[in-house]
């Protein structure tokens, strides 16, 4: 499905529910994967190639305010 972004005369081939208000996103360019940091506490990591989640970490007690990704993208 396509959706139409905000940026004019963009399009979205996919979208993910997260379920929570976003608190931070870091991309890693060389390895597709996109990290999300939410209010519920919850960092879901994205496969942008394969357009699924492929990890969830839970069990974070306080807001996440920072993410970064090591060179190997790990």
Known sequence: ???????????SASRWEVGSSVVRIVFHRLNGLLA????DLIIRLFDVVASR???KFEGHTDR???MCFSEDGK
């Open 64 to 66: 996440v305010t920072d």
């Open 36 to 39: 999300v940091a939410a209010d």
């Open 1 to 11: 499905m396509m959706y139409r972004s905000g940026f004019q005369g963009t399009w």
């Open 53 to 55: 989640m492929v990890s």
